[in-house]
């Protein structure tokens, strides 16, 4: 069973999908380059972040904020790449919207997830495109007995003590002799948070609770796995994902039906909602091995629906005006991945790798739905993307090797805004080559010393190529793809006591793609932007005695971004220093406290009012900040426990981007039982 900071062992198992990794995580296995951090489920469980942007807050190298504006969406930061640089996958295969691929991390929940797996800067060229500047995957559980499952319950409340959300979740599974299944539902209705009591109320967003906060999610997850031998394995698996979110407006700017007229330099909000945000993906993997060698492949199909609905105002109840639309996504993909390896002699080990995805975008838009008028003609766009990799790992000593790999990629845009009655847009492409080199050294005393190089790319979305951002833009269809030089050193194993992962790293970020005046109010998407991404990291976990566990761990980030028109350009949304430490005390033999903190600095964000000449840029400092957490384990029964905490102990307001305050003081109680 699994074993907490203090020793205690946990009620639940959660078994990883292996099928589903990404990352080499067994034990005494040799990493292969870079560094990666692991969230497990029962982290996740033990401090309630049930979704994955809270996840991985606490993830060094992990900086976590909000995008504001019409969206409000929450992102994630790994080592200054953002969520178009890191790609994200649920069991090893991506999810990706090919129109602008702007995910919400807020709606990916986490109580179905054996572990969430973080790579940072070095990703493997065998993982297919992206990667630029790391990689975050979501791996979900398989059984490991002739039966088992898990249900939980869980209730959240605000401040003032009200109900705020409701989550559960029940998860049945069953391993047999050759073959598996494993199934999971959940569901989280969430009514908003509350904002802390020192929040000062303005006209647009009063004391309590926020306004247009609360999101409905859920998430099925079925596997059907065969094992006719001890190394083979076939899996078949299918996951839904519904959401349905609003979105919180500005404290600080005017919204019709609230405000008065705008000011000088302001504008009205938008009035957006997503009543749809649906994920569908059918699945099949495979692993066989094929004498000396393996060979490894993941067949998908993926949907996703998505439904923007622009209102007359803020009361959200009409859809009359020339602003108001509804705006749907039907988006389609295929995949194929092929992965197989073999040794050559006895020091080298070959591996290779293809990946297949083609995408389909329709696009239709339905302006002033309420006067009764037809939807527009849709329009189709399509790509597809290609990729080919080869990966080498020379054993030049027993505790010395050397990896080294290439890959090709091809991302090709084969219709781009085209209806039944005309040919669309003119279409575009873009390849590159990547690669990258890796030492590893584990010497007998014990650790691992690893240093790496690696040069990755980030395609441009059919967004950057040809959104017209409502008439202010103007596509470039021959758009290139962005580029990272990702450096790193670094060590992790035992110093003393502590377990310990530390790491030093830098990134050249080229042709970096900005937004570009090129006329009386329109801009272009360009390759022209160039930055630096450096810093250290360190994280460690030191068992102070049979009852006292403590983690703890630091980030320094420094980022700079240049920019051929606006010569003030810098980088938002990251602060330069953050900082997690949780202490584990088992009180009882049977209870588990656990108070913890988060720190964040400063970090800048882009401000509300811009000055009208486009080469300038006005950014507003956000203030750092501290959160404490407390947390309690009791573990009623070998099969039962009771989870109960406090996050934000202190009721602190802060916020991530001007004008959206973060949650209050909040309040979570779970009750899980294993049978």
Known sequence: MPITATG???????????????????EGE????????????????????????????????????????????????????????????????????????????????????????????????????????GAINLVTRQPSAPFEGEARIGLEAGNRG????????????SRQQDFWLQGSYLKRDNDGFYLSRDYTPRPQQGAGLRDHSDTDDSRLNLKAGWTPNATDEY??????????K??????????????????????WQRDWTWPEWDLDSLAFYSHTELGGGYLKTRAYYNRFDNLLSAWDDSSHGSQTERRAFDSRYKDRAWGLSLEGGAELGAANTLRGALHYRRDRHDSIQHNQPDLGGLPDTPERSEEETWSLALENTWQARAEFSVIAGISYDKASVLKADRTVDDAGLP????????????????????????????????FPTLWNRYSTRFGTAVPNPDLKSERALNVEIGYGGEIGPARVQTALFYSKVDDMIQSVPVGPDLTQSQNVGDGTYKGFEIEADWQLGDRLGLVAN?????????????????????????????????????????PSVEVSGARLSESAIQPEDPTQI???????????????????????SVVFGIRNLFDRDYQLVEGYPEPGRSFFLTTRVAF
């Open 8 to 26: 205690q062992e946990s009620q639940a198992e959660t078994q990883p999908f292996v099928l589903g990794t990404i990352i080499v995580t067994a």
């Open 30 to 133: 040799q990493g292969r380059g870079g560094t990666s951090s692991t969230v497990t489920g029962e982290e996740i469980a033990r401090q309630n972040r049930v979704t994955l942007d809270d996840a991985l807050r606490s993830v060094p190298g992990v900086a976590v904020g909000n995008t504001g504006g019409s969206r409000n969406e929450r992102l994630v930061h790994v080592r200054g790449f953002d969520r178009f640089q890191v790609p994200v996958s649920i069991d090893g295969i991506r999810v990706y919207l090919p129109a602008d691929n702007r995910l919400d991390y807020g709606r990916f929940l986490t109580p179905d997830l054996s572990e969430i797996q973080v790579q940072k800067g070095y990703v493997s060229v065998l993982n297919g495109p992206g990667g630029m500047g």
């Open 162 to 173: 009200d109900i705020t959300a409701r989550t559960g979740f029940l998860s049945l599974g």
């Open 235 to 244: 899996v078949f698996s299918y996951t839904r994902q519904t959401g349905a």
């Open 246 to 267: 609003k979105a919180p407006y500005n404290v600080d700017q005017p919204i019709r039906g609230i405000t008065d007229e705008p000011g000088p330099g302001q504008s």
């Open 427 to 458: 279409t575009g492409s873009s390849d590159a080559v990547n690669w990258q080199l890796a030492a590893i050294w584990q010497p007998e005393a014990g650790g691992e010393f690893h240093a790496s190089l690696s040069s990755r790319t980030r």
């Open 554 to 594: 630091y980030t320094w980030l420094q980022r700079g971004i240049t920019d051929p028109v606006r010569a003030d350009y810098r980088p938002t949304d990251t602060p330069r220093h953050t900082a997690f430490l949780r202490l584990d005390w088992q009180a009882l033999d049977r209870l588990t406290v656990s």
């Open 618 to 640: 006005a950014y507003t400092r956000m203030g750092g900040f501290g959160l404490a957490n407390l947390d309690f384990d009791w573990q009623a029964t070998d099969r039962t």
